[in-house]
């Protein structure tokens, strides 16, 4: 599996159109985080062929963050992303809860690279060049999703992510997702899809991104204070 991934990391970084005022090849991978940060597994060990899931981040983090990692990578008891996402010694993570094995995940992102400077959450500063977008379009579909056979769940983790998703498939299939500028409106049936993607039946479930997850829940889903609940039961919902 490890060589697997490596290769796909190596065709990650060769991609010609890096616009490096904005977007840093990520120059090593990492035992444990988010692909290309990290090799996107939360076993190394489990084969190609047991991955059913993957969860699409939009980009791995600022060049800054990246170079004060660990040699081991990502620390998955103090990242608020991985303790949402698997829990700690305190609480069940989301995955846990909608009875999801994390060791039938790929942990990915969009698009490749690390952020030269700014913040790390947001829009990238990679939307600004339609040219390396377009590159990255084609990596996830001709390297990332080509990889796993057996895929059957893409959770497309914040409103960035669906909009490279809608642009890169059929204008059709996704047709609410191409305009969203508010994760409040997707609270509805238009939050999941299941489509022939490149010939293969996909679903793909819009979800919360993790990192900001506190905000977000209630805007998405009301200030009653139930909204990891409700995301719970909706992506339950999706998944039956």
Avoid at 122 to 137: L, M, T
Wanted: proline share 5%.
């Amino acid at each position: 599996m490890e060589k697997i991934i490596e290769t796909l990391f190596v065709n990650a970084k060769s991609l010609k159109h890096y616009p490096l005022e904005d977007m840093h090849p990520v120059p090593e991978m990492k035992p444990f985080g988010f692909f290309p940060g990290g090799y996107g597994m939360y076993n190394e060990s489990v084969q190609i062929d047991k991955i059913k899931y993957m969860l699409l981040g939009q980009d791995f983090d600022t060049l800054e963050h990246f170079n004060k990692l660990s040699n081991d990578g990502e620390n998955k008891e103090v990242v608020k992303t991985w303790i949402y996402l698997i829990g700690n010694n305190t609480k069940k993570g989301l995955l846990q809860n909608c009875d999801i094995n994390p060791n039938e995940c790929f942990f990915t992102n969009a698009i490749m690279g690390l952020r030269v400077s700014g913040k790390n959450s947001g829009a990238s500063p990679a939307w600004k060049h339609p040219e390396f977008i377009d590159e990255c379009k084609n990596f996830f579909v001709n390297n990332q999703l080509s990889l796993f056979k057996n895929l059957e769940i893409i959770f497309v983790m914040g409103k960035e992510v669906a909009h490279f998703i809608a642009n890169t498939s059929s204008p059709n299939e996704f047709p609410q997702w191409h305009t969203i500028n508010r994760i409040a409106d997707l609270y509805d049936e238009n939050y999941f899809r299941c489509i022939d993607y490149n010939g293969r039946k996909i679903k793909f479930i819009f979800m919360t991104h993790p990192s900001l997850a506190n905000s977000n829940l209630s805007k998405r889903w009301g200030r009653d204070g139930k909204g990891y609940k409700k995301e719970i039961e909706y992506i339950r919902k999706a998944l039956n």
